[in-house]
């Protein structure tokens, strides 16, 4: 169980950029993954990212080389660094953490924030 807090949304113009950050309540060692989910108007929700306990990264491919997760292990967050960003990028971002400590594993959410890119 944790519990997440989430910052850095807002609006932006395409080709600008934002930092998103998650702050857990507990050690992020102790969480076998966390990242964030989109979800825009109109679409599914779909996976952005993620980075696990040992530090291993997984993105959308359609995204790489624009958005970048990472960790702070002292600060119990994990940060999304969002370039060059698109009008198609506009969405509500939550991030989750994926918990094992039960079968089967669990998610939990943070409460999410708006990113909206816009001209």
């Known amino acids: 169980q944790v519990q997440l807090v989430e910052s850095g949304g807002g609006l932006v113009q395409p080709r600008g950029s934002l930092r998103l950050s998650c702050a857990a309540s507990r050690s992020i060692f102790s969480i076998h993954a966390m990242g964030w989910y989109r979800q825009a108007p109109g679409k599914q929700r779909e996976l952005v990212a993620s980075i696990s306990s040992d530090g291993n990264t997984n993105y959308v491919d359609s995204l790489k080389g624009r958005f970048t997760i990472s960790r702070d292990n002292a600060k119990n967050t994990v940060y999304l660094q969002m370039n060059s960003l698109k009008p198609e990028d506009t969405a509500v971002y939550y991030c989750?953490?994926?918990?094992?400590?039960?079968?089967?594993?669990?998610?939990?959410w943070g409460q999410g924030t708006q990113v909206t890119v816009s001209s």
């Open positions: 989750y953490a994926y918990m094992v400590e039960v079968d089967p594993g669990s998610y939990y």
